[in-house]
Nanobody, 122 residues
Framework: QVQLVESGGGLVQAGGSLNLSCTGSGFAFSNYDMGWFRQAPEKEREFVTSIKWYGSSTHYADSVKGRFAIFRDNARNTVWLEMNSLKPEDTAVYYC???????????????WGQGTQVTVSS
């Protein structure tokens, strides 16, 4: 059974930073490209960033390019999202999931974790 557990969210002022982490289990984590998604209130879930299974190729939504960075450690089945220069519009619940490929922004698994709330105050 696929399990994705996100953590690290919180309340931060605009311009601040947060680091999110996601641990996956129940699947061969190191074989999958992984990604982060977010869902703001009353909006659809959207793609944020993804990373190739071997870690050196990444892809970012235009809205976060230059501010966010994605990393992974396959030995720990973990993917991280480093968020800098946060803006109020980054406020959302953040989720991780596998992706079909780094340039395909669709989630691979139909099940999701509980997500982690990020709130950026102005």
């Amino acid at each position: 059974q696929v399990q994705l557990v996100e953590s690290g969210g919180g309340l931060v002022q605009a311009g601040g930073s947060l680091n999110l982490s996601c641990t996956g289990s129940g699947f061969a984590f190191s074989n999958y490209d992984m990604g982060w998604f977010r869902q703001a209130p009353e909006k659809e879930r959207e793609f944020v960033t993804s990373i190739k299974w071997y870690g050196s190729s990444t892809h970012y939504a235009d809205s976060v390019k230059g501010r966010f960075a994605i990393f992974r450690d396959n030995a720990r089945n973990t993917v991280w999202l480093e968020m800098n220069s946060l803006k109020p519009e980054d406020t959302a619940v953040y989720y991780c999931n596998a992706v079909f490929s780094t340039n395909n922004e669709k989630p691979f698994f139909t099940s999701w974790g509980q997500g982690t709330q990020v709130t950026v105050s102005s």
